[in-house]
């Protein structure tokens, strides 16, 4: 089966650097994304990563290490709108079609 | 505009009522997903659906039917509804199953007395 860990809570200033991890174990991993989630909304699409290594778009960045089923999520010169739950969410080859995700983490931006 | 769009956003019925939780999506997605999310729990998947006529389980698909008959829309069904399927009900889309990035809806608050 898959599974998948993060934090469950966070704290962090504004204009700081914080990073999110997630953890995951999986056979036939296709894949992970960060979606970003705002109480009472929907999440969103942040990143997506299927190779080893490092995606920058703007202030945030994923990053994935397949061998170590490991990614984490930087989120660089942190707003009070930053503050948010972030999910990692993993899809699998022998699981094809669902995509599984974490508990998310609850990330407060204090000023 | 590209949207995922639910009906009705909020409801509150009573054990036992049958109701029906619609999805329509307008991007020409090939795969449609519901996920119910809990406190502690996070997101979990109910049914998906690759394409029209194609539907499979998810991780908590009790108690729940769904139906592809055109690709736009995929509809929830509680045919008996229970307590413990009060939850925030979050239908989603993507081109590419589990390596699209997901639309989201905006998520349908059900309680069930």
């Known amino acids: 089966g898959q599974n998948i860990d993060q934090p469950t809570e966070m704290t962090a200033t504004e204009g700081a650097i914080v990073q999110i991890n997630c953890t995951y174990q999986t056979s036939g991993f296709n894949g992970l994304f960060w979606y970003q989630q705002h109480a009472g909304e929907a999440p969103t699409f942040l990143s997506y990563n299927v190779l080893d290594g490092l995606e920058e778009k703007g202030r945030f960045s994923s990053f994935l290490s397949r061998s170590k089923g490991y990614s984490y999520l930087l989120l660089k010169e942190l707003q009070m709108k930053d503050s948010a739950s972030y999910l990692c969410a993993v899809g699998s080859y022998n699981q094809g079609g669902k995509l599984i995700f974490g508990q998310g983490t609850e990330l407060s931006v204090k000023p | 505009e590209a949207q995922v769009t639910q009906n009705p956003r909020y409801l509150i019925t009573v054990t036992g009522k049958k109701l029906t939780v619609t999805c329509s999506q307008n991007?020409?997605?090939?795969?449609m997903s519901w996920y119910r999310q809990d406190p502690g729990l996070g997101l979990r998947q109910i049914y998906y659906s690759m394409n029209v006529e194609v539907t499979d389980k998810g991780d908590v698909p009790e108690g729940y039917k769904v139906s592809r008959k055109e690709k736009r829309n995929f509809p929830l069904i509680l045919e008996s509804p229970s307590p413990n399927q009060t939850s925030l009900y979050f239908c989603?889309?993507?081109?590419?199953?589990?390596?699209?990035?997901?639309?989201f809806g905006e998520g349908s608050r059900l309680t069930v007395l």
């Open positions: 991007m020409n997605h090939e795969y």
């Open positions: 989603a889309s993507s081109w590419g199953g589990d390596t699209g990035e997901l639309f």
